[in-house]
Structures are given as C-alpha cells and as structure tokens.
C-alpha cells in the first residue's frame, strides 16, 4: 500500500510564500516522477511542476521563476516553494507520483490535495 500526503497549504495575502510538502509512504522500491498539479474552482486539473529522480525539473509557464520544486529522495518526499503567489494560484494542489513497490508492481499514484487560498 503506497500513500502520498500533503501539507503545508493554507491562507496566504498576495506577495507572500508557502511551502508545500508531500510525503510518500508504503513499500516503496523507487519514485519516478514526482509531480505537483492544482485544480482552481471550475477549472481543469493542471501540470504546476514535475521533476524526475535525476533531478530534471519542468514547470508551467504561469509559475516559473516563482515556484521551486523540490525533492528528498532518501525521505520519499518533495516540496513545492511558492513564491509571489498571486490570487490566481488560488487552487487545490495535489501531488503525484510514479512509484515501483517491493512487490514489483507499478502505479501512479495522487495525494488527497491541499487547499492554498492566495487573498487579501
């Protein structure tokens, strides 16, 4: 059973910052990709950032040079530092994840999410 919790969201005013951590647990053998996605109110879900077990990183458009995604690999968690949020970052935040288990099975795997609520 593989698990993926999130944390870290909450009210913040524009201009400010918020970090976002996302811990993977289980019988986990190795994790891919690591990904974070939001979904605003009445909008589809959307790529923000993902970022491979070699480090290789891409982001959206309408984030990049304000987030940083980021990852621990021996803690099976990544991190996502948002920066200049702005009201439209305003969104639940899930994250993603490929994982391989001890059992030698393969899936992808979401969070439950976490609201951020960018206002003043």
């Known amino acids: 059973q593989v698990q993926l919790v999130e944390s870290g969201g909450g009210l913040v005013q524009p201009g400010g910052s918020l970090r976002l951590s996302c811990a993977a647990s289980g019988s986990i053998f190795s994790i891919y990709v690591m990904a974070w996605y939001r979904q605003a109110p009445g909008k589809q879900r959307e790529l923000v950032a993902n970022?491979?077990?070699?480090?290789?990183?891409n982001y959206a458009a309408s984030v990049k040079g304000r987030f940083t995604h980021s990852r621990d690999n021996a803690k099976n968690t990544a991190y996502l530092q948002m920066n200049s949020l702005k009201p439209e970052d305003t969104a639940v935040y899930y994250c993603?994840?490929?994982?391989?288990?001890?059992?030698?099975?393969?899936?992808?795997?979401w969070g439950q999410g976490t609201q951020v609520t960018v206002s003043s």
């Open positions: 993603n994840a490929d994982i391989s288990t001890w059992l030698r099975t393969s899936a992808n795997y």
């Open positions: 970022m491979t077990s070699g480090g290789s990183t």
